[in-house]
């Protein structure tokens, strides 16, 4: 039989030209922390103009942080706090994408805890300090990839010891999220890719976690599945296409959310998060695609059933003399209709010499046996060599 625990006390406010709502709804403060990236995009596209424009509506003063990066640093948690702290921000707001929502939730438990950041980190080096309270976070997405706007995730990296870390704890639930999918029109096609597969991998593996116990993340995953494999390609094809993106933010900004707030993803996020650590300039997405078939193929034997329920959600019927092939199949085709098959990693810096690194920071260090299944040193090994061009 199946259970349902389930905890999702975020406020969402989705749909186009929602994010005027940011003028007149209830916000959880007078003061809040503005974090956005360094690269000034936010503001290029008007997009920050406006949010600023629409907080001083509704009666709220802002601080603006603006000198995050691609892959979030501890550093950069600890300076945005600072500010807050120093200013008198009662509350905080992620805009963009993961970088800066994901900035915003670890200011939060700064904004409302001693020390630094990874004091209250649960695996790696952290000191595992419970994170009893944190400011109230309110994220804007431009983006539809993580679904840290409906999660209670955060990921950091720490740039003294390469260490990507998940901080996973209720009190960074965003209490309101807008995601407005008219602000992500302008999103470039690769990263609109990226953050397209980041978000069918978060519901696919979950589905794998999940292994059919509750059932509505069952019901989100496979109506997200469903959902991402129909409209990713459409809205790699035109990106002005409002209906594709909203379908895309609906399945990975919501869904993607509550999925990954009810179970864990797999190692393959494990693994691509110690790529990312290690190598700061390569985005989330692109190092869950630069390994993705070889880790599929190589989990098939392990979850067949599950992988071939994948499959069928996307179109591929199974085939009983391949078990668990259904999902690499229908995986495969959606990366090569949509150029990101075979990606190299060896133009990301990336050599063969540093793959021991990455599989004993995975095993060792962040640690993948709480996995339902047995992957091993050796495995990942594989996986890595097998992927690498
Ligand atoms: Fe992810």
Known sequence: MFVVDTYTPTRVVFGPG??????????????????????????????????????????????????????????????????????????????????????AKAVAIMMRNPGILW?????????RKP?????????????????????????????????KLDFAVDPIYPVLSFIDPELMLTLPRSLTLYQGFDALFHVSECYIS???????????????????????????????NLEARTWMAYAADILGGYTQAIVNTTSHHIIAQTIGGMFPG????????????????????????????LGEFMGIKADPADPGQGFVTALTELMERTGVRHLPMSEYGIKPEDFRRIVDLTVDNTGIE????TLTKDDIMDILKESYC
């Open 18 to 103: 929602r994010l005027n709502d940011l003028a007149t709804m209830e916000l959880p403060g007078k003061k809040a922390l503005l974090c956005v990236m360094g690269d000034g995009l936010m503001e290029k596209l008007g997009i920050q103009g406006r949010v600023l424009e629409l907080l001083k509506k509704n009666g709220v003063e802002t601080v603006i942080y603006d000198k995050i990066i691609v892959n979030p640093v501890q550093t950069d948690v600890m300076n945005a706090a600072e500010l807050a702290k120093k200013e008198g921000c009662d509350f905080v707001i992620g805009l963009g994408g993961g970088g800066s929502v994901d900035t």
């Open 119 to 127: 004091d209250y980190a649960s695996t790696g080096t952290g000191s």
């Open 131 to 163: 994170v009893k309270e944190a400011a109230p976070v309110v994220t804007i997405s431009t983006t539809s990839g993580t679904g840290t706007e409906t999660d209670p995730y955060c990921v950091i990296t720490n740039e003294a010891t390469q260490e």
């Open 210 to 240: 999940n292994e059919n116990s509750n059932r509505l993340l069952d019901v989100y995953s496979r109506e997200a599945v469903e959902v991402i494999s129909k409209w990713l390609p459409v809205v790699a094809q035109d990106g002005n």
């Open 282 to 309: 390569v985005t989330h997405g692109l190092s869950l695609l630069f390994i993705a078939e070889a880790y599929y193929k190589k989990v098939k034997a392990l979850r067949p059933q599950l992988l071939d329920d």
């Open 370 to 373: 709480w996995e339902k299944y």
